[in-house]
């Protein structure tokens, strides 16, 4: 691989040009003046030199001697004052192809920088443009470390840098001849890479080889660290003829083509493709609406029914969010909240919903439940049950009707702190249920760690049910588990009357699905209990009403 310094080094000899005096031409005039003086003088002293040396003379006269003395004085002076101003002019010139090799690279690893590398990329996009027979072609190559900010918060700087160091290295060793390596910022790398377009595999090797010399353990801060990195390529051949920025348009197609790897998944490398782009602009639309419509109030909670499988009588709520986008329309909670998660608003959206459906529910009968969904990042926050509890106050809802879902992934979580929420919500009167039980890492003795209230079915199990007997049988050793933990149960997903069925053979279960209803708006759900006289102010007049009447009958 191409050395940077070299370059900087090639251009050391036109430093000194920038420099006001390179030469004093007042200490060159001194050391000629004296020189051309000390000649003459030292032409009309040598006879009377002579004529001592040989006896008979008194030797050169006084003002003579005088003159030579004061000559080579200033001969020394100026050669002192010539030979110091060329010490400074080294310096200063050393100086600045310092600063010359600082400003076009990463001090940290050697590499180029950001600044550096475009005209690195243009330069050799030009070149392979001249090439007569048309194979030529630049990839550009993104790099970029896969959780690197965790590694840096639980390892701390230092071990930050090192591994970026290390790293760097790792990488200019798989490089081809003539490549160049850049640090972009922070844990971003780039590599352009001549090649030989008829064999692409080239490339394809260069980027497993990376990923691979990534994943091997690093030696940091006294033990090792694994890691994985996420890499992005683009191709010169892709370009626009009339690219003005060659390097800018491949470090975009370059990037998005990394960011299109690490959504699927991470610890891989994806080529560029156009398609890629409108992906990105439509993600950037997403992140934009979401966080616009935070702002707006466009989420809003549905309701979903929960019922008494057995009896079918309606027993609470499930809120479920969705957001009435004015671009996008009505959309679900599977497309948002993970980009929710991502921007770091999630807690936000959450909270702005369940105060709607906290004052929503306030209405409806004493005896319906609402629950509500808990997102893993929101059980990483030590405040979070002080929060919802002043949500409750707020909106004047009872804790005892408050149902909070928490899925297994919280469990990987610090489970410390998971306890101490949940305990906190449990002593205010919160029931708080295990959502999806059955498809994470959940163990009994992790059931018995939290104080769970319930546990959830996961729809998959249920949706499963009346085509797969050994789903039958999971379900019924959850059942049973719940059955010996005192847990109730509840099983989504009960989309028919074959699978209310079904659960009914297996044990006394609470049901939600499609079969009971699709979710509906607070205005609907309020409709509904209305109809059934099953609002707050309806059931406190029929109270008031039979008191009323055994009152009379009484007085009768």
């Known amino acids: 691989m191409t050395e940077p310094v070299a370059e900087f080094d090639e251009g050391a000899e036109h430093v000194s040009d920038n420099l006001p005096a390179e030469r004093d031409i007042v200490a060159i005039g001194i050391i000629a003046a004296a020189l051309i003086m000390f000649v003459g003088h030292a032409a009309a002293a040598m006879p009377g030199v002579m004529a001592y040396l040989e006896g008979h003379g008194e030797g050169p006269a ?58 690195e990329v243009d330069a050799l996009v030009a070149e392979v443009r001249k090439d007569a027979s048309g194979h030529a ?44 390596l850049a640090r972009l910022g922070g844990d971003e790398f780039a590599c352009a890479i001549p090649y030989d377009r008829r064999d692409v595999s080239t490339i394809d090797r260069i980027a497993r080889d ?30 626009a003829e009339d690219s003005a920025k060659p390097s ?30 409108q992906e990105l602009r439509s993600r950037a639309e997403l992140e934009n609406g979401i966080l616009a419509g935070i702002a707006r109030g466009e989420f809003v909670p549905f309701y979903e029914q929960q019922v008494d499988v ?100 919280c469990l990987n979580e610090n489970i410390g702190l998971v306890r101490s929420l949940v305990i906190s919500l449990k002593n205010q009167g919160v029931t708080v249920s295990l959502d999806d039980f059955g498809v994470g890492i959940a163990t009994l003795a992790q059931l018995r760690a939290l104080p769970f209230d319930r546990i959830k079915i996961d729809r998959a199990f249920v949706s499963r049910l009346a085509r797969s007997e050994d789903t039958a049988s999971v379900i019924s050793t959850i059942a049973a588990i719940g059955e010996g933990m005192n847990l109730p149960v509840t099983a989504e997903g009960i989309e028919n009357e074959t699978l209310r069925d079904s659960l009914l053979r297996i044990g006394s279960f609470k049901g939600q699905g499609y079969f009971y209803g699709r979710p509906e708006t607070a ?22 009403l039979s008191t009323l009447e055994e009152v009379r009958v009484a007085g009768v």
């Open 62 to 119: 006084t003002y003579l001697a005088s003159a030579l003395l004061l000559n080579i004085a200033l001969i020394l002076f100026g050669w002192r004052r010539h030979s110091e101003l060329m010490r400074e002019v080294r310096s200063r010139r050393a100086a600045e192809v310092e600063a010359r090799r600082l400003a076009f690279t990463d001090p940290l690893t050697g590499s180029l920088n950001r600044r550096s590398i475009g005209p």
């Open 137 to 180: 072609a630049v990839a550009f190559v993104m790099l970029d470390l896969d959780h690197f900010k965790q590694i840096n918060d639980l390892n701390g700087h230092r071990a930050g840098d090192l591994l970026l160091t290390t790293l760097a290295e790792r990488v200019r060793s798989v490089l081809p001849a003539r490549s160049q």
């Open 210 to 239: 990376i990923i691979a010399k990534a994943r091997q353990p690093f030696d940091v801060a006294g033990g090792q660290l694994a890691i994985s990195i996420s890499v992005g390529i683009a191709c010169s051949s892709g370009l």
């Open 248 to 277: 800018e348009d491949l470090l975009h197609m370059a990037d998005m083509a990394m960011y299109h790897a690490k959504k699927n998944g991470r610890n891989r490398y994806d080529w560029f493709e156009p398609r890629m782009e």
């Open 310 to 409: 057995e009896t079918g009588e309606l027993t609470g709520f499930e809120m479920l969010a969705r957001w009435q986008s004015p671009q996008f329309g009505l959309v679900g909670p599977d497309r948002f909240i993970p980009v929710a998660e991502e921007l770091g608003v999630i807690s936000d959206l959450s909270e702005c919903v369940i105060a709607q459906a906290l004052r929503d529910a306030r209405d409806w009968d004493p005896r319906l439940t609402l629950a509500v969904n808990i997102s893993p990042v929101q059980m990483r926050d030590p405040w979070f049950a002080q929060r919802l509890l002043k949500l409750m106050a707020e909106a004047n809802f009872p804790p005892e009707r408050l149902e909070i879902e928490i899925t297994e992934m």
């Open 523 to 544: 205005e609907q759900v309020r409709a509904r209990l209305r109809s059934e006289a099953r609002l707050a102010a309806d059931r406190r007049n029929a109270v008031a």
